[in-house]
């Protein structure tokens, strides 16, 4: 696991400037804190930092092959590359190390763009082929791993993180628009959009070839989550099929030189793997779970039965749930504006977890694999209704309702009657788009200024869902919903969060329910199966009941929740309102400070709840102030 930048000149063999590149290596330290390289060469130079994990000893980067003609950085793991090393020997290759990060050397000379087919794992990585004039890049294909890059005066700068390219001087901070508005309705600013109009992302699932000379740079598709149904099985032959798939994908990431263990919070997909690498191992499993002070918040007790059942070697830490000074430390980390306030503790079972291991493996991916969310019952019982009353009648007679029945925010989604009156006057994506939005479009419409607006020149966020389900493979209800987050909420907010929540801590995160091979398994299971008498991951806790009790299948979800609507009526109280009405904010033009200050008053009153519309103000102020005030 490690942090990769690189300047390319894509005109011609102008010099790199040494210092430049060092700086921007170093702005990703934390991601390798072990020890970092530079390669130089006319028009060319790459940089690395290095958390070793697998052959520490050699694998150092920049590396390259026998000749030094091909040269490679890389970030993430390779789970085959012992069986592609060994494929790879037979066909005359020969290699220096044993490390994974040498198999892809060797497999660009091989398959050239069509290596990245071969390669199970997480990645971000950039080949230059001296011979070719080439330079390749791919991100893996759910976007467990970063890529960030930009082309300013002819050159091509990339890195893991945004503040890598912030180091170059001549990559402006002008905010985007389009992304502004994206932010506000997602909680993140969406693949391949960044913050800033000059850079971007790399989408999971595409590469991109860049030749010198030419400076056309489209980034292509390689892989998509197929959604082909599998031939026909019984629901008892598919939990058996489960446990075999998931039991595989587990023990592939299990593959490490140094301490592993696995994220415990009690809940389902996390108990699920340390379940199966209990079964992997004779040595007891290191486990790691956060606790918070208050019982509201507190899901420990769930973690220790877990870890009581498979006897894990189990350390806990006690946070305050009132744990609020990390708003600073988590906008220098995050690089954009970043609205997910389980950031907090995330970032905390990474400190926890880092004093015992350096790899950790997650439960991430289990709702989107199998239908878990809450919003996908919602999104399908919205579903049923719009199949029963024709569009020509449900369209005018929900958006009336929508539009004159009074608000309750407070009150859970189900019970929010004018909200899925909004979301019945819709069809299925901008009704699930209505539902996901950490602001509503009445929201944004009065948050924004006039002159914002006229600046979006009628962009609306909802276009980022509307191009995926257009490209969807699939036009089952609930698998089309599952893709759109796969393509969005997973890559934007889960994948994100946990990225540099791990890296600020120099700990490796593994996701084996992202396994691409599970995924592509998971997606052909019928809709049937995932969501079932209104029970989300109907068929993965069926199959997990010879492994888990009830109580860790069936119990109600807490997750990771902060008290936001408390900390802004209490101790933020005057923090927020400071950070809310700051000339840093109201300075940009794009907030209509009337709004702001009735959110303001009508949350801290207790007459309504804007608490999560005030968090993402908070944070794009704090965003503002450390990444383009100074």
């Known amino acids: 696991m490690c942090g990769i930048v690189g300047i390319f ?58 000749d030094h003609s091909v040269v490679v950085v890389f970030n993430g793991e390779i789970y085959n590359f012992q069986e592609l090393m060994e494929e790879l020997l037979k066909l005359g290759h020969t290699f220096r190390t044993h490390c994974d990060t040498e198999v892809i050397v060797h497999a660009w000379e091989q398959w050239g763009e069509q290596c990245v087919h071969r390669l199970r794992g997480m990645f971000a990585f950039v080949i230059w082929d001296r011979n070719k004039k080439t330079l390749f890049a791919a991100r893996d294909r759910l976007g467990i791993k970063p890529f960030f890059y930009a082309i300013v005066d002819g050159w091509f700068i990339f890195g893991s993180e945004l503040k890598a390219l912030l180091a170059v001087p001549s990559l402006k901070r002008e905010i ?39 400076a056309n740079v489209f980034p292509k598709k390689y ?3 197929p959604f082909k149904t599998h031939a026909p099985m019984s629901e008892q032959e598919t939990e058996q099929a489960l446990i075999t798939h998931l039991r595989e994908a587990v023990k592939s990431h299990m593959i490490a ?36 002070n208050d019982p509201e918040y507190d899901e420990s007790e769930f973690a220790n039965q877990v870890a009581s059942q498979y006897k894990t070697r189990h350390h806990t830490e006690t946070v305050d749930k009132d744990d609020y000074g990390l708003i600073d430390t988590l906008t220098r980390l995050y690089d954009e504006p970043y609205a997910d306030s389980s950031a907090i503790p995330t970032y905390r079972v990474c400190e926890l977890a880092r004093k015992h291991v350096t790899v950790a493996l997650s439960g991430d991916g289990g709702d989107e694999n199998f239908a878990g969310y809450r919003r996908y019952r919602y999104a399908m019982a919205e579903q049923q209704v719009r199949s029963i009353l024709p569009s020509g009648l449900r369209k005018p007679l929900f958006g009336l309702l929508g539009k004159y029945y009074p608000k309750a925010d407070w009150a859970p989604r189900m019970f929010r009657a004018k909200t899925t009156f909004e979301a019945l006057s819709q069809d299925l994506v901008e009704g699930y788009f209505h539902g996901v939005s950490k602001m509503t479009d009445r929201v944004r419409d009065q948050l924004f200024s006039e002159k914002f607006k006229q600046d979006l020149q009628g962009y609306h966020a909802f276009e980022v869902m509307r191009g995926h389900a257009a490209n969807a493979p699939t036009d089952d209800p609930l698998s089309l919903i599952q893709y759109l987050d796969m393509k969005t909420w997973l890559p934007g907010d889960i994948l994100t969060k946990v990225d540099r929540a791990s890296m600020a801590h120099a700990l490796e995160v593994r996701v084996p329910l992202l396994d691409h091979q599970f995924v592509e398994w998971a997606s052909g299971v019928p809709s049937s199966f995932k969501l079932k008498q ?72 207790g007459l309504k709840d804007y608490s999560v519309s005030l968090w993402s103000v908070l944070m794009f102020e704090a965003f503002l102030r450390v990444n383009v005030e100074g």
């Open 9 to 66: 000149d894509i005109r011609g063999e102008r010099a790199i400037d040494r210092q430049l590149l060092d700086r921007m290596n170093e702005t990703q330290f934390h991601r390798g804190p072990v020890e970092g390289g530079l390669h130089i060469e006319p028009g060319l130079g790459f940089g690395h930092r290095r958390l070793s994990i697998i052959d520490l000893s050699s694998g150092q980067q920049p590396l390259f092959n026998e």
């Open 176 to 214: 985007d628009p389009c992304a502004v508005e994206e932010y506000f309705a997602y909680g993140y600013v969406a693949e391949p959009r960044t913050i800033f109009k000059g850079a971007s992302k790399l989408s999971p699932g595409y590469m991109m070839t860049l030749h010198v000379g030419d």
């Open 223 to 225: 892989w998509d989550v």
């Open 257 to 292: 030189d140094v301490p592993l263990g696995g994220f415990l919070s009690g809940g389902v997909d996390s108990s699920a793997i340390v379940a199966m690498m209990a079964g992997l191992t004779n040595e007891p499993v290191n486990t790691c779970s956060i606790a918070f």
């Open 534 to 605: 209104g029970e989300g991951k109907h068929v993965f806790k069926h199959a997990l009941k010879p492994y888990l009790s009830n109580d860790i299948l069936y119990r109600t979800k807490k997750g990771f929740s902060i008290p936001l609507a408390d900390w802004f009526r209490g101790p933020l109280r005057a923090r927020v309102r400071d950070a809310v009405l700051s000339p840093v904010l109201l300075d940009t033009g794009i907030f209509n400070e009337t709004y702001l200050r009735h959110m303001l008053d009508q949350h801290q009153s």
